[in-house]
């Protein structure tokens, strides 16, 4: 068992029966397990560590379209339907649609509910289900409304990376590929040059959150440190954000990938990266993943790039990398740069 230390919690990495999720049920006085369409199939596995009088079972519908207020009425009306009192836990298991919308949900309720995540993909395991961001879409913005507010524990159990679809397991590479890539060249290196199918899942995960630890524990509440997380993302939430809108089908590992490839680009183009480690990156990426062409106007994209919650003023704020293994927060890119950026990834994407 890997125990990992944050502000106001603890990740344990491991096996869920050696974990402490076998004692949560002496603390509380009601347990509200929070599943969705995909991980209801979950549910026989973490019941059995409560007693059977405890346990109410929420269930939402699978998918980034539903992260909405509207669900989060459902859960909240469900709850004040059990008349749940504060004493009670949130058990989120699920990806990260659940870890973010039963956070959220859990910590408007009542001013405040105890939640813990069982995190049950690889984009929740490595990144979603840790950090304290809680939240849902709003007007198609992807993370508008949301708290900072930690789960109690988070615990990540690899076994449950055996129940994914190929895709699903995939998705969550982009956030691994990131996390190297601001701070850990070793951590690159590995992923570089192993083949996924034959990754250390215990290896990654542990490096993945530790790398994501330290930065919130330096910087809780994003105000500096923690913008590095937000490499890949100011052109991927876009891409993501219009995706939905359009009904598009995109995980949010793709869009984060799509993301990595432009934004490495314009470090390139900026003097930061060397072409070298620009077509090292890129070729990991289209290695990994199977993306789509880009076919949104540029337009639209620099649209929604302006909704992001990073921007200060009429700037577009980018997270770039100076090299493998080193970031740097608060930069600008002008409108060229961004629309040459989508015509490079579109034209890589189109030879392989």
């Not at 601001?182 to 192993?194: A, L, M, P």
């Not at 083949?195 to 630890?213: C, H, L, R, V």
């Not at 923690?226 to 993501?240: D, P, Q």
Request: with cysteine; charged share 25%; proline share 1%.
């Amino acid at each position: 068992m890997t125990i990992i230390k944050s502000n106001n919690a603890t990740i344990e990495i491991g096996a869920l029966e050696k974990s402490s999720f076998t004692n949560l049920k002496y603390d509380y006085e009601n347990i509200i397990v929070l599943v969705d369409s995909n991980t209801k199939i979950l549910l026989p596995w973490v019941r059995t560590y409560f007693e059977i009088e405890q346990v109410k079972v929420i269930e939402i519908k699978a998918g980034e379209e539903y992260k909405n207020i509207e669900t989060c009425i459902v859960i909240w009306e469900k709850l004040s339907e059990w008349n749940i009192p504060r004493n009670s836990l949130f058990v989120n298991l699920g990806g990260g649609v659940v870890t973010d919308i039963g956070g959220f949900s859990a910590s408007c309720f009542k001013r405040g509910v105890d939640f813990v995540n069982v995190p049950t993909t690889l984009l929740s395991l490595v990144d979603a289900s840790v950090g304290g961001k809680t939240g849902i879409n709003f007007n198609h913005l992807k993370n508008n409304i949301g708290l900072f507010k930690e789960a109690k524990k988070v615990f990540c159990d690899v076994s449950v990376l055996k129940t994914l679809h190929k895709r699903e397991l995939v998705g969550g590479i982009g956030e691994v590929l990131k996390h190297a890539l601001i701070k850990d060249e070793s951590y690159w290196n590995y992923c570089q040059n192993t083949d996924y199918t034959e990754w250390n899942w215990q290896y990654i995960i542990a490096t993945s959150i530790g790398i994501k630890n330290k930065i919130v524990l330096e910087d809780p509440l994003e105000k500096g440190e923690r913008k590095k997380l937000n490499f890949g993302h100011t052109v991927g939430h876009a891409i993501e954000s219009l995706s939905l809108e359009n009904k598009v089908s995109l995980l949010h590992g793709e869009a984060v990938a799509i993301g990595l490839v432009c934004e490495s680009y314009i470090s390139f183009k900026k003097d930061l990266l060397t072409k070298e480690e620009l077509i090292a990156i890129q070729n990991v990426i289209f290695r990994v993943f199977k993306l789509p062409k880009i076919t949104f106007s540029i337009d639209l994209i620099l649209k929604w790039m302006k909704f992001d919650k990073k921007n200060t003023g009429n700037e577009i704020n980018f997270t770039l990398i100076n090299a493998v293994g080193s970031a740097i927060i608060n930069q600008t890119a002008s409108k060229l740069e961004i629309e040459n950026s989508i015509h490079y990834y579109n034209q890589i994407q189109a030879e392989k």
